[in-house]
């Protein structure tokens, strides 16, 4: 992909953006000319604005922002979430369920909500961080599962609510992305299990057509596409970026973001 300033001038709003998957959308966004605006929870990851965009209080607080540092928004990234526990749906905590569907889906609903009268004005677009787990059925994972689900299901919603006034809502699925978040993934999910870290890193690749994990960086680049004017009618799309995942059976192997 060619780094030509594709995005020069544009402002964007990526949630969870001081790590993982959201640090490198907001480098390739960035790179691309593009004026980012990073929302983390965590403060030690240096983030432009320390938030909790799960709370409406949070997000009302965030949006006061965006108006103050960006005067308006082109791009939302719904990518903010969290694994989530590892346990059958018997041996669930429901305060874990609770937490995990409320970070992973509630904070999409809240950040979409009061975007869209700024992305009104200049017929921007949003993309929501999904997952092969808004795909498949994933054992041990039942709020994640939900809440990647619902994610999708807003996705394809919004595309139709908003599409008539030029808004595009479109969803990534991440595959397993290699880092600290999959290796704490990994480790939880062996433990449930009881076999090796080992057994369930080499099922997790063996779940996947290519073999392999991603990088976030290849969500980075995507994300790049979809606010870019080459997807211009590109909207309601649900695009999977993982080597082709097969299955998400823990009795092989399972997928995270």
């Not at 320390?50 to 990518?79: E, H, K, M, Y």
């Not at 999910?189 to 369930?200: D, F, I, Q, Y």
Request: charged share 20%; proline share 4%.
């Amino acid at each position: 992909m060619t780094h030509d300033g594709k995005l020069s001038g544009l402002r964007a709003l990526v949630t969870g953006g001081g790590s993982g998957i959201g640090a490198a959308i907001t480098t390739c966004l960035r790179r691309e000319g593009s004026q980012v605006l990073v929302v983390d929870a965590d403060v030690s990851t240096a983030p432009d604005v320390v938030a909790d965009v799960s709370s409406t209080a949070g997000v009302d607080a965030l949006f006061d922002a965006v108006r103050d540092r960006l005067g308006g928004l082109d791009l939302l990234v719904n990518n903010v979430g969290v694994a989530g526990p590892t346990a059958t749906v018997h041996d669930m905590d429901p305060g874990a369920f609770d937490q995990c569907v409320q970070v992973n889906l509630g904070s999409a609903f809240r950040c979409t909500r009061l975007a869209v009268p700024l992305l009104r004005e200049r017929k921007g677009s949003i993309v929501n961080i999904s997952s092969t787990a808004g795909i498949f059925g994933y054992p041990l994972r039942s709020p994640y599962v939900a809440a990647k689900w619902g994610v999708i299901g807003l996705t394809k919603t919004w595309a139709m609510e908003l599409g008539p006034e030029g808004i595009r809502v479109n969803a990534i699925c991440p595959g397993s992305v290699g880092g600290p978040r999959m290796d704490g993934v990994i480790e939880r999910e062996a433990a449930a299990r009881g076999v090796s870290p080992a057994s369930v890193r080499l099922g997790y690749e063996q779940q996947v057509s290519m073999q392999s994990f991603i990088e976030a960086t290849d969500i980075g680049e995507m994300v790049v596409f979809l606010a870019s004017p080459a997807a211009r009618f590109v909207s309601g799309q649900v695009i999977s970026v993982d080597g082709h995942t097969e299955t998400l059976s823990t009795r092989g192997a399972s997928a995270e973001r």
